[in-house]
């Protein structure tokens, strides 16, 4: 990204509506960007028109346990999963809607004929994967659990419910399941996959995610979030506490998102210690070194372990198991005095200086930075999970490439744990709005990247495009259905384009933290809650008390485009010399102009968006008289202008309307 200069200078100006004389005509019309009613939806008692929570606000909340057994032969989970569902929303239930991710490796998925997911390995194409419901009961008043119909329709699966479930009723139902892991699904731009085995000389390595049926989100925007799981759309999930039980063969060390809670059961009596030890040593602690890995003696000696977590008020859930980790741990201290482990889990081929070795400091950093600049980090550990997944994230549990080494490591490990923010805390829909997250992050993580170590990965031009880029005529809004996006435009849209434009809002359209002020109310407000776009914006709109609907609208709903053109240069004999600007594309920024002078002297102004709701000509005269040698708009390339070269006006190089004008 293209680093953006602070501008300086706010000058009195005089406005004066005139023809234009420019030869090009102007696509930009004011009522558009500046109409008189809002482009935002008006308040209700749900979603106040402030961008806040509306005091009738509700959401639905799902407790989960699960009791799991992975078969590492066959490469199988089978497990129990009961679920305990509140009702909270003004309506009766007569039946539930589940999210079945795993379906989506069937054949005739849609997510595979819709070719998002796509293989490399020839092998693969005959793999069938997806869940296996061997059973779902209902909980009824008794205690007793009773046989449930349901209906499996690609990625989603519907329950009836024997008796309507009332607003304010909870109930609970098992679900009998299993599925085989995939192995190395990939598309050609982007790892959709989010359950995979990574092969190392030591064993396995699996990462484990979207494999139990999870609860559709209920809300009162869309009623319930059904869209299918097509890949490119992530998850929009309920929050909810909790209790997951894993076995599987003694030889595997497991993490997982949730607090260990018998660590004498699934370790020995040394990583015990080590691992008691690393959750207050401000230095990293090997829990199981490399030399360990292969020695038998590192595991308890019995054919079975089952691990135990527990993890409240979260929205999913994750682990990782593996034969071949190096495993170690740090203490991390919030501003707070919060005590959280940073665990670090990855293959003795990973553990090089310029990647997996830094892990414990990558994570320290950012649950500081982030926790001490936005909101306190909530879970009482991040683990950071080597794998071969580009990057991907759960709650408190992170995974990324084992391969990665330098800035890609610094920028994965920093973006998968940014994610706790956004939509581990903030929990929007990934399904419909990937920028909510993904580009509200990469905003944040941009930030921690300047700051981190001196900057020591500032400039690296692996993961940027050239902010022009963003600006073409063939990219859709930022507010397109991510699984509508072409693969490789997903970067630039998601990311990069939401990164940059909060930077330039936060940096050169509002005063100085402005923003970051609306920005932490925005996260407080809708912790562990549900936001859409339109509370974002006008939460955004009413922190800071701008109307910002001009920049939304050209800037997320539409594709509009910046070009601000110097259209004339009147320089008279005696006195102040006359400029006038035009727009001429759809979008409307603010206006920066470096005025420079015959005599050497240079003059800046600094005009507010307002000045286009007259129209696309601006005129005014600068402050100082004399005769202008030249004018240069945006000369701190603060503003993305498409065409750069109508920017600039020059006496030597005058076209025949902007002569000086004769004396009289």
Known sequence: ??????????????????????????????????PASSILPAGNSYRSATGEPGPAYWQNRADYKIDVNLDDKAEII?????????????????????QMDQNVYKKRSKGLDSKLFLTNNATDAKFEGGFTIASVNLKSAKGTFKEAVFTIN?????????????????????????????????????????????????????SVAQWYPRLCVLDDVNGWNTLPYLGNGEFYLEYGNFDVNITLPSAYIVEASGDLL?????????QTERWNRAKSSDQKVFIRTIEEVTASSSRPSKPLCTWKFKLTSARD????ASKSF??????????????????????????????WERSGEYIKFTLQYFSKKWYEYPYNKAVNVASNLDGMEYPGLVFCAAKDKGNMYWAVVNHELGHTWFPMIVGSNERRYAWMDEGLNAFMDNMATKDFNN??????????????GLFVDSLMPIMTRPDVIPGNEVYKLQYQKVAYLLTLLSEHILDKGQFDLAFRKYIRDWAYRHPTPWDFFSSINNTTGEDLNWFWKSMFLENYKLDQKVTRVTNPQSGKATIIVENMERAAMPLQVEITFENGAKEFHDFPVEIWEQGPIYEFVPDFDGTISRVVINPNGVFPDINLANNIWTINNLDPFVRPMPAH
Not at 456 to 466: A, H, K, L, S, T
């Open 262 to 270: 018998n660590p004498e059961e699934v370790l020995t009596a040394t």
């Open 78 to 98: 089978t497990g129990i999963e009961t679920i305990t569902y509140l009702n909270n929303s003004p309506n009766e239930l007569s039946f539930l809607w589940l």
């Open 1 to 34: 990204m293209n680093q953006i200069v602070i501008a300086f200078c706010l000058p009195v100006f005089l406005f004066h509506a005139v023809p234009t004389q420019s030869q090009d005509h102007s696509k930009y019309v004011a009522r558009d960007l500046f």
């Open 326 to 355: 190096v495993w170690e741990g740090v203490g991390i201290t919030l501003l707070s005095g919060k005590k959280v482990l940073g665990s670090s889990l990855y293959p003795a081929e990973s553990k090089l200086t310029e990647s």
């Open 455 to 468: 900057g020591e990965f500032i400039g690296y031009p692996e993961i940027d495009i050239p902010v022009a």
């Open 154 to 206: 690609d990625t989603r699966m519907r329950i009836e419910l024997h008796e309507p479930l009332r607003s304010g009723q909870q109930l609970s139902f098992q679900i009998k399941y299993s599925y085989k892991f995939p192995r190395n699904f990939r598309n050609a731009d982007f790892n959709v996959n989010r359950t995979d085995i990574l092969a190392t000389k030591n064993g396995d390595i699996y």
């Open 317 to 320: 859930f994750a682990w990782t």
